[in-house]
């Protein structure tokens, strides 16, 4: 089955929309219903609609909607979750609050999100992303979301000067749709004395990357941030690629010694998708051979996997998602297919599987 067949033989999806916009609503029954697999069954004007109508009429996805009057969308997420959960697509706005909001969102269980435009006349210009969003996100494996708080630690993270000058081992970390609820998952766990560097492509839009990293900042030992033009790769620090751009590694001579710098590459778009895992892994994998280790995550598509069993073949470790705990068992899926994948694990025992192939006391 590819990924976005839709199981059940001329079965439709069937949609339910929150907006407290009549007239967006109309506009995206009109760009839906246009799809021949999809069909909106109901419209809600706010919150409390839309939580009441994911119970009664039990949508197979829910368009969700982050601002609206009363209960607005992250309090119906957090009651849908808690009492009937389906896949959930969030329409969230390109703001450094929207990008919050949204983070929020996929943390507590939505499954992805849809930037909304800021005028109704440009809806019909998202109208095939839309649909096939809607698909995508219709077979999605719903997980309970984990409370998670920030760390009383983080005030006391090392600062950059305590670190040496490069990395003993570089992690690289590919993730799509699922992606933010797993890296908290992930990262959050890495041993705050981990001697790599690891570096996150999560596929996401510019401007949201900056909000992960910093969300991923707070609950972490370790240092998250958005990669910058020529970050060095340190350990116990994690770089997410931003949006955008792919992140390129590059060896390079400083005094007598050599180090590891990124590159944003603004190149054409992989697979669809810019950061690309694949880009960054086939920089990677000369540089570190036996000193990389591959973590491919839940999410759309086959990116990374061809990265990743290039990276096998120098002699890194490569250790994919499982089916049971991946949103979309996609990406883990291809790696896996094409023979690149040495493990498959269930989400919470990734961290301690790259805790101990960095300390070197991993089971092969």
């Known amino acids: 089955m590819s990924d976005l067949e839709v199981p059940g033989a001329g079965k439709k999806i069937r949609v339910l929309l929150a907006d407290d916009s009549m007239l ?28 009441a109508k994911s119970i009664s009429l039990q949508p197979d996805v829910l368009v969700l909607d982050v601002e609206m009057p009363g209960m607005n969308g992250i309090s119906a997420l957090r009651e849908i979750m ?68 920030p760390r009383t630690t983080a005030g006391r993270k090392p600062v950059i000067s305590d670190f040496p000058e490069k990395a003993a081992f570089l992690v690289v970390i590919g993730s799509s749709t699922g992606g933010p609820q797993a ?20 596929h996401m839009p510019r401007g949201f990357t900056a909000s992960l990293a910093r969300r991923l900042d707070l609950l972490s030992q370790i240092r998250v ?26 060896k390079s001579p400083s005094g007598e010694k050599w180090v590891y710098r990124v590159h944003l590459d603004q190149g054409p778009p992989i697979h669809g998708v810019r950061p690309s895992v694949d880009v960054t892994l086939f920089d990677a994998a000369p540089l570190f051979v036996d000193r990389l280790m591959v973590v491919i ?46 493990k498959l694990l269930p989400i919470d025992r990734i961290a301690s599987s790259i805790n101990e192939f960095c300390r070197g006391t991993e089971e092969r």
């Open 297 to 342: 995550l839940t999410g759309m598509g086959s990116d990374g996997a061809k990265g990743a069993w290039a990276s096998k073949k120098t002699g890194a470790r490569v250790i994919c998602q499982d089916r049971e705990t991946s949103v979309v068992w996609g990406m883990p899926r291809a790696c896996y297919e094409l023979g690149a994948a040495d």
């Open 24 to 51: 967006v609503r109309h506009q995206i029954r009109r760009i839906l219903e246009a799809h021949p697999q999809i069909i909106v069954i109901d419209e809600a004007r706010d919150g409390v609609e839309a939580v």
């Open 183 to 202: 890296l908290e998952e992930v990262i959050p766990n890495l041993a705050p004395d981990l001697p790599a560097s690891v570096v996150v492509c999560q």
């Open 225 to 250: 941030r958005e990669a910058q033009e020529g970050d060095l790769l340190l350990p116990r620090r994690v770089l997410v690629a931003p949006g955008g751009y792919h992140l390129r590694i590059e």
């Open 82 to 149: 808690k009492t009937r959960p389906l896949p959930v697509l969030m329409f969230s706005s390109l703001t450094e609050k929207g990008a919050q909001v949204t983070l929020e969102a996929l943390s507590i269980g939505a499954v992805d999100f849809l930037l909304k435009p800021a005028s109704r006349d440009e809806l019909a210009n998202i109208g095939p992303e839309l649909c096939q969003k809607v698909l995508e996100v219709s077979r999605a494996r719903i997980r309970p979301a984990r409370a998670r708080f």
